[in-house]
């Protein structure tokens, strides 16, 4: 009878492990549909007024308009006077909402930065924050490296990658991890460290790599 309630247990658990991500998924999508929905309402209205289309038909129109006009505004920046202009409005954006500059390098990060800023575009690492006799290591991203030898490593906290703590520390309290990836390493994070063992295999594995092709 144990082991026939433990099965049910198990396999109850299991499914909803499979359905609750996905359902999760779903009402995520289905919130951002409204929002948007109801931000391009004016402009669905608009053209429903105008040409025989339906709701659904006018709001793909008007997203693919925004769209569009996200794609000229980046061809825009992307020359001197549309840069110039850009700086120009993100100061002056900057002064008067206070919380813009959060939200703009949150975005930032999101979607890989700009140049070598992004959080994406560092590097992997293991990262001894009580000092290097600790046995303690974390699972960090080099996001700094130092003239002086040390590192800037940011800590991402489970199981939201974006949220978490810098360091800065020196050299022999940093082990790059080579053969990992930002993504694998995020995923860790998010998983509350579930596959930290196939990550750091995958490191021990490319060291051992390195260290044959050396000798």
């Known amino acids: 009878m ?4 433990s099965f049910i247990s198990l396999a109850l658990i299991g ?11 779903l009402m995520i999508f289905n919130w951002l549909f409204d929002v948007i929905a109801s931000l391009v309402k004016p402009l669905t209205n608009l053209i429903t007024a105008q040409a025989a289309v339906n709701d659904f038909v006018a709001m793909i129109l008007v997203l693919l308009i925004i769209f569009g006009g996200c794609f000229m505004i980046g061809l825009l920046i992307m020359t001197n006077v549309g840069g110039w202009l850009h700086k120009q409005f993100d100061a002056w954006l900057v002064k008067l909402a206070p919380g813009y500059k959060t939200i703009r390098e949150l975005v930032s990060q999101l979607l890989g930065g700009s140049g070598n800023t ?7 690492a293991l990262a001894k924050i009580y000092g290097p006799d600790s046995p303690v290591q974390v699972t960090a991203i080099i996001t700094s490296r130092h003239s002086d030898g040390y590192f800037t490593v940011f800590v991402p906290t489970a199981p939201i990658p974006t949220s978490g703590v810098t360091y800065h520390l020196p050299g022999d309290c940093v ?9 694998q390493a995020m995923r860790t994070i998010i998983a509350c460290g579930a596959g930290s063992a196939e990550m750091l295999a995958a490191h021990k594995q490319a060291d051992e790599l390195v260290d044959a092709g050396s000798r």
């Open 175 to 183: 082990e790059l991890m080579r053969g990992v990836s930002v993504e």
């Open 118 to 124: 992004s959080l994406f575009k560092g590097q992997p």
């Open 2 to 5: 144990e082991r026939f309630r």
């Open 15 to 25: 499914g909803i492990g499979v359905v609750l991500p996905v359902v999760l998924m």
